[in-house]
């Protein structure tokens, strides 16, 4: 028989997410303190500190949402025992350390990971051409040089590079959660009675319809401000956007979220041609009853100018990634299927008019955004947030599209990967 050498990557092209708690564990927290500490022994791990250094190597960082009440006993030097082990982690912060200690991780050698990550980072970063959106006067201000990289695990494993830390607006990025908010919210046959699920073949914002009138999908300007109107409508839009940037937050695990008023006042101000698609709409009666056009495009421009930075953008992509659990937190933000319609459409249209290009040659689903932002979801294995203005003539990061090419060959993170893969 003739074997196929296999990555020690490959595994990830088939895995399956968690959605919620994986198995039912009945065992109290003196058994599983038991059980930690064995695991923790078989280690060589008799300390907190030790333990601490132990989840560090893993990518775990004690600033995750879900290690909050064990954070002051993980940051001492406090020997590892029953009783101390008992008083300090709750049974579901001792079933996810014990997860960590098994290696049962999305990432099994993040060491590894981070190492290959790093190199494919600094292959993008030395990619040249296009330039900074100027259209958007506020965006024309972006350095043309900044380029930050953040990747989050379903299991909360981080890493970051580069101007990670740097906020940024997020334009259309925004498209797949306003999406995933208006499902949410009214259901997938109401949504898709007043926008479509089709790929345009056209510009971001071209002045088009489909053949119903309605516009093509949920990833171009035309469907988000749809996806706008079905959000909340008989509320004030203050309102309405609060729910939307909580629902942001709860995606990215924290309160990560800001606006940037001088980016929504410079978007209104030029945006001669997402006022003419709500016109069009409008004209032809698609918007839902009791919907505010000119309150849907506010809405949606108030979208485009939510402010984050690529930390948290890769864990509202892994929140996608994980079925609409937040790794950082373990809170469900979105039910599975309104996730599966999400990438699903992320997969087909996140990309512009290069959607088919991206969705052949790197096979994930994918959003870009005109501020150079980035969000890529590898299905059951992690988030990507990448930000770097420099755009191509199709509106998308230059580095961006670099580093996900590059990423499929690195890893067999294509969905299709798994087929090509030859006979075990």
């Known amino acids: 028989m003739v074997t196929h050498p296999v990555s020690a990557f490959s595994g990830f092209s088939g895995r399956r997410a968690r959605f919620e708690h994986d198995i039912a564990d009945s065992a109290t927290a003196r058994e599983l303190a038991l059980r930690l500490l064995r695991r923790a022994r078989e280690e060589g791990l008799t300390t907190a500190a030790g333990l601490r250094q132990h989840l560090a190597r893993a990518g775990i960082d004690l600033d995750m949402p879900r290690l909050a009440d064990a954070r002051s006993f993980l940051e001492s030097d406090a020997g590892l025992d029953a009783n101390a082990a008992e008083a300090a982690l709750t049974p579901d912060i001792s079933r996810f350390i014990l997860q960590v200690l098994d290696g049962d991780l999305a990432i099994h050698n993040f060491p590894v990971f981070e190492n290959r990550i790093a190199n494919i980072y600094a292959h993008a ?32 494993q981080r890493m970051a590079l580069g101007q990670a830390d740097t906020p ?44 119903d009138n309605r516009p093509h999908n949920p990833m171009i300007n035309s469907g988000a401000i749809m996806c706008s109107a079905m959000i909340r409508p008989g509320h004030p839009v203050d309102e309405r956007f609060d729910m939307l940037m909580r629902f942001w937050n709860s995606a990215a695990g924290g309160p990560a979220c800001s606006f940037d008023e001088a980016v929504y006042r410079s978007e209104q101000a030029t945006a001669e041609r997402n006022f003419a698609l709500t016109r069009l709409m409008d004209s032809h009666g698609v918007f839902p009853e009791g919907s505010q056009p000119e309150r849907a495009l506010d809405l949606y421009f108030r979208s485009c100018a939510i402010s984050l930075d690529c930390r948290a953008l890769s864990v509202a992509a892994a929140t996608l990634a994980n079925g609409g659990v937040c790794p950082l937190t373990g809170h469900r933000i979105a039910e599975p299927v309104v996730i599966r319609n999400t990438l699903s459409l992320m997969l087909t249209c996140g990309m512009y008019d290069f959607s088919g290009e991206f969705a052949f040659v790197v096979g994930l689903p994918a959003k870009s955004g005109v501020s150079g932002g980035l969000m890529l979801v590898v299905p059951g294995v992690c988030g990507i947030g990448l930000w770097s203005p420099p755009l191509d003539r199709l509106g998308n990061t230059v580095r961006g599209l670099e580093f996900s090419r590059r990423l499929v060959e690195a890893f067999p993170f294509h969905i299709f990967a798994g087929t090509t893969a030859g006979p075990a």
């Open 168 to 211: 940024f607006c997020l334009q259309s990025v925004m498209k797949p959660l306003n999406y995933a908010l208006a499902l949410g919210l009214n259901g997938e046959r109401y949504v898709h009675h007043h926008v479509g699920r089709e790929p345009s073949g056209q510009g971001f914002n071209e002045l088009t319809l489909n053949r």
């Open 125 to 156: 970063e030395a990619a040249t051409g296009g330039g900074v959106a100027s259209y958007i006067p506020e965006l024309a201000k972006q350095d043309p040089n900044s380029f930050g990289l953040a990747v989050c695990s379903i299991d909360g």
